[in-house]
Structure formats: structure tokens, C-alpha cells
């Protein structure tokens, strides 16, 4: 019998923690008017997930998305670790398949975790020898999670020592209104310093005094302390 979303969704009520859901809704700002309002929780430990994940290769695509609709978070993020398994087993036509559903669906992905243990794998991983144009699309977009998705997903670049789309796309970022998005571009540059810290400093030098503080605060954590103060002071 074919597992079903009604079915994993029965398994995970089965897990669920209601005092470590009171906890995840604090932790990810589910309030009114925060970033996170209204989402729900059932208390789940992510390496649950993971390792209920790697148990269910065999679930349709369509009741994967069915998952992803759901309105708590862990069966969301369930459904995106199994994406991410399929897409990785996968060849290229399945590839290509999850990559439209995923971006067909990211109404769906709609928290900074949910973005940040995907992006890559999925988004970053399909356009490494692409055309990077649909990051540049996203990154326009007036949903927050859309443009946390353009810029986390160059990590798959940045680990391959490609620098140019985190760079290009920080810079597009610079007068984006929310802070969790300062905090994913000054993230991603940190990681293009850790491998290229000249191509660090070239944006930096461009950039830093229209930075966002804490954008440049997240890019500057690996600096010497002296170097990082003359940054913060605009001393240079």
C-alpha cells in the first residue's frame, strides 16, 4: 500500500511534544506580527525528522506536497528532507521535477529554517551549471521567504568557491527592509570570507557604510577584532 500524507501526518501526532511545541513557537516568532505569526508546532526534534525521513523514499511526489500544505511546521520541513532525499537520488528529469515543485511551492516554505535546510540542496544544487536568472527573480520577490531562498541558495555555490551570485546578490539586497534577511546576506558573506576573504573585503570596501549594521556585523565575525572595529567605526 502506498504511504500516504494522512498517514505520516498520523505517525507524527504519535511523536508530537506539547511542551516542546510551546518552546519552538516562542524560538521562531509565531506572535502577532512577527515573522513567524500563526505557524504551528508539534514539538518535534529535527534528527526525528531526519531519520524519519530516510524511511519513507517511497511516498509519492503528490503526497509529499501534500505535506508540505500542512499547517504545522514539522510536517512541512519533513516533506522538504524528503524532497531533498529524492532530489539527491534522483535523475535529472526527477531532478528537474522537484526543483518546479519546489519553487512552484514555497508558499509553503515559509520560515528561515524551513529555507535555510533546503535552499541549497535543491534550488542551489539544480542551477549550479544553469542559468542563475530564477535566483535574481526570487530575490525581486515581495515575499520575505522568496528572497531568503535567492541568496541561501548560492551556498551551494559558495562551497565550490563560486562567488559571484552571493556577492551580486548581497548587493541587490543592501536596502532590503527585513533584518532576517541582513542576517542570511551577511551569513553567506561570511562563508564567501572563510574561502575568499580578498573577495570579502573588495565587496566590503565597495559596501560597508550602506550596510545594514547587522549585515555587516554577521560578515565581519571572522576578522581580526582591530580590522572588524575599523569596519564598524568607518575608520578605514
Known amino acids: 500500500m502506498s504511504v500516504t500524507a494522512a498517514m505520516i501526518i498520523k505517525n507524527l501526532e504519535a511523536l508530537s511534544n506539547s511542551g516542546a ?11 502577532p506580527g512577527e515573522n513567524g505569526e500563526g505557524d504551528l508546532f508539534r514539538g518535534i526534534r529535527v534528527p526525528v525528522l531526519r531519520k ?27 516533506a522538504l528532507l524528503m524532497l531533498m532525499r529524492r532530489f539527491g537520488q534522483g535523475d535529472e528529469s526527477m531532478r528537474e521535477h522537484i ?14 529554517d524551513l529555507v535555510d535546510v ?13 542559468p542563475r536568472k530564477p535566483l535574481y527573480l526570487l530575490a525581486e520577490s515581495k515575499t520575505l521567504w522568496d528572497r531568503r531562498i535567492s541568496i541561501i541558495s ?3 555555490f559558495i562551497r565550490r568557491a563560486e562567488f559571484y551570485d552571493t556577492l551580486a546578490l548581497a548587493e541587490k539586497l543592501l536596502q532590503d527592509p527585513e533584518e532576517l534577511m541582513h542576517k542570511a546576506a551577511g551569513w553567506m558573506l561570511r562563508e564567501v570570507g572563510k574561502r575568499d576573504m580578498m573577495a570579502l573585503e573588495d565587496f566590503l570596501l565597495q559596501h560597508y557604510r550602506r550596510m545594514p549594521r547587522i549585515m555587516l556585523r554577521y560578515a565581519l565575525e571572522r576578522f581580526p577584532e582591530e580590522r572588524r572595529q575599523h569596519y564598524l567605526k568607518g575608520v578605514l
Request: aromatic fraction near 14%.
Open 21 to 31: 511545541a510551546l518552546f519552538a513557537q516562542r524560538f521562531f516568532k509565531t506572535g
Open 118 to 130: 533546503s535552499a541549497e540542496h535543491i534550488v542551489g544544487s539544480f542551477l549550479l551549471h544553469r
Open 99 to 112: 526543483y518546479h515543485l519546489y519553487l512552484a511551492n514555497t508558499r509553503f516554505i515559509n520560515n528561515w
Open 154 to 156: 548560492t551556498f551551494h
Open 52 to 78: 524519519l525521513s530516510r524511511t519513507l523514499d517511497d511516498t509519492p511526489l503528490p503526497e509529499v506536497i501534500l505535506l508540505l500544505a500542512s499547517a504545522f511546521h514539522e510536517d512541512r520541513l519533513l
